[in-house]
């Protein structure tokens, strides 16, 4: 129950300090903010992060042109020392093969984009567990 209250963090500890601690304090996260106000007015609405990075898994990456290319999307809306953590990284889907992805992998990346294209136009009922009812 504690990570429903917790995904309200961003929303309810807007800090204008000047330092750049979190996502939120960032000019993009303020930039979206100013664009999309009917979103930002829900403060249960997530806002996630797309992280991934490619590596060559064996010792001889001179000589290997296999890659590996982890996925991850992660909730920014926790607070900052949760946001990272591995509890709230998820795997959405790891690109492997003989060559290095990087100039098809919005290939890879489509059945995602489609999924959040989804999320973001329709969106989806969900349980809150503090509040207690499906939103």
């Known amino acids: 129950m504690d990570s429903a209250r917790q995904m309200r963090w961003h929303h309810e500890n807007i800090q204008d300090d000047g330092l750049l601690q979190h996502p939120s304090d960032g000019k993009a996260w303020k930039h979206f903010d100013n664009v999309y106000p009917d979103f930002v007015a829900n403060a249960r609405h997530i806002g996630l992060g797309l992280c991934f990075d490619g590596f060559t898994p064996y010792v001889q990456a001179s000589t290997s042109p296999y890659s590996c290319w982890p996925v991850f999307l992660t909730p920014y809306n926790l607070p900052r020392e949760m946001c990272m953590t591995k509890p709230y990284m998820f795997l959405t889907c790891l690109i492997s093969g003989p060559t290095n992805l990087t100039k098809k992998i919005d290939v ?5 984009i489609d999924d959040l294209q989804l999320l973001w136009d329709e969106g989806v ?6 509040l207690k ?3």
């Open 108 to 112: 890879y990346l489509q059945p995602l």
């Open 125 to 130: 009922f969900t349980y809150d567990t503090q």
């Open 133 to 135: 009812r499906t939103l």
